[in-house]
């Protein structure tokens, strides 16, 4: 086997996302890069004939910077991105670091108009005294290139750090997540946002909780859920008020007091939370598990899922080596059945709600050869263990799987596993790095 050198930094994947359509998928990193993945056309011959991800465009999307007022580096990693919906022929996507939100557009050029009057084939003026004809420009095609341009840069809108943005279903705004506010933006204004959750105490002694995730329902634009440090989340009404410290529904499960201990609060503190496409439910995860939430019920989840419960006799080490403050995401497929989350070891999690199983699996080198099918992996916590199973004790907690996406329609899933990008799909699955 060769030996794999550390990957630096910089190249730790921070973030992964579908375009809408799910031709496009975009990674962001710890260096301030973006990297955009588009699909092939299918190919008529090969039995599997899905088409596979290529780098489409590649380009540096934050730098890092210093606040001079508050002594502070900021770095250019990048938390989020979100894709707008497609107007035109053009894409654009959302990008953010800690501070500063921007809008870049993505545009193809196979074209180039040649045959100026005043200008030479290097676009210098002609002298005017040569031109004796007028010509009419004409359209030579090109070599295709992909040009990404800035359009709008959104910045001092937070004190604190921005761990989520969101695009309303209204296409016009947007929202931008802290640790204790919320901002309203219009995509055409970037010298102001609007405040609409402000959980700042009056004296910061007095603060119990922190905003975590934040995401507008996905069809009505006035909704918007966000969830916090202690395990609960609030779904927030635009039309009743400018601000929204008010909520309109609390969802909170309520702590059973036989499980209670050091790392309660800890361990349930929520790291994502998102709609299902129907918009009818909530997606959170926490530490140990996932959970489904319906939003005409807010005492308790409808389902909860075991991540890792396997971990629960270890959270004193994991408090130790920080692990149990790793924010893990989760993810729906395009029909809200099967729902997605990462663990260690490079494992990553799926459960089917209607059949109730549930699998892991691994992101591995080995898995991800083509035509390769992914073999599930079992965990064993003590007692017999089978021959493939894989000991607690020997888990790599320094390999996790903390970003994943689904695509919107089909069964294509990415899961940024350290610095490597894998796509799988049903049946083919393809590595990229």
């Known amino acids: 086997m060769p030996s794999h050198p550390m990957p630096s930094e910089a190249d730790i994947i921070s973030t992964v996302e579908f375009n809408h359509t799910g031709e496009l998928l975009a990674t962001g990193d710890k260096g301030g890069r973006v990297v955009i993945f588009q699909r092939e056309p299918e190919s008529k ?11 489409y465009s590649t380009f540096q999307s934050h730098e890092p910077e210093f606040d001079y007022l508050k002594s502070l580096e900021i770095e250019e990693k990048i938390n989020k991105i979100k894709w707008l919906p497609q107007q035109n022929a ?15 557009k993505i545009t193809e050029r196979d074209k180039r108009p040649e045959g100026y009057n005043l200008k030479d084939e290097e676009g210098k003026l002609k002298d005017l005294s040569t031109v004796t004809s007028l010509q009419v420009p004409v359209l030579k095609p090109m070599d ?43 995509l055409a204004i970037t010298d102001r946002s609007f405040n609409i959750v402000d959980i700042k ?50 969802f909170e499960e309520p702590e059973d007091p036989s499980n ?18 129907s918009g009818r439910y909530m997606l959170t995860r926490d530490y140990l598990t996932v959970k489904v939430w319906d939003l005409n019920m807010e005492a308790r989840p409808i389902e909860t899922y075991q991540v890792h419960d396997y971990l629960r006799s270890k959270l004193c080490s994991l408090y130790e080596n920080d692990c149990i403050f790793d924010k893990f995401e989760c993810a729906w497929n395009g029909s809200d059945s099967v729902i997605m989350t990462g663990a260690y070891n490079n494992f990553f999690r799926m459960f089917d709600r209607n059949t109730k199983r549930d699998v892991t699996l691994e992101a591995s080198r080995e898995s991800s050869k083509p035509r390769a099918v992914l073999k599930p992996r079992r965990v064993c916590a003590g007692g017999k263990r089978r021959r493939d199973d894989i000991s607690v004790d020997s888990l790599d907690f320094t390999k996790k799987i903390l970003h994943t996406a689904w695509h919107p329609a089909e069964n294509i899933i990415a899961i940024a596993a350290t610095n490597n990008l894998y796509i799988f799909q049903d049946k083919v699955n393809s590595e990229m790095q």
Request: charged residues 20%; hydrophobic residues 35%.
């Open 144 to 186: 295709l290139m992909v040009e990404v341009s800035p359009r709008r840069v959104f910045a001092n809108g937070h004190t604190y750090h921005i761990n989520s943005i969101s695009v309303n279903s209204d296409c016009e705004t947007y929202m931008s997540a802290d640790d204790l506010r919320i901002n309203l933006w219009h």
């Open 201 to 250: 105490p009056a004296n910061m002694e007095d603060l119990t909780e922190v905003i975590t995730a934040s995401e507008f329902h996905p069809h009505h634009c006035n909704l918007f859920v966000y969830s916090s440090s202690k395990g609960s989340l609030r779904l927030c009404d635009m039309r009743a008020a400018a601000l929204c410290d008010q909520h309109a529904k609390l």
């Open 45 to 55: 011959n090969g039995p599997h004939s899905q088409g596979e991800y290529d780098v």
């Open 260 to 277: 209670r201990s050091f790392f309660s609060e800890i361990i349930s503190s929520v790291s994502d939370v998102k709609f299902s496409h």
């Open 90 to 104: 053009a894409h654009s996507l959302l990008s953010t670091n800690d501070k500063t939100i921007k809008l870049w």
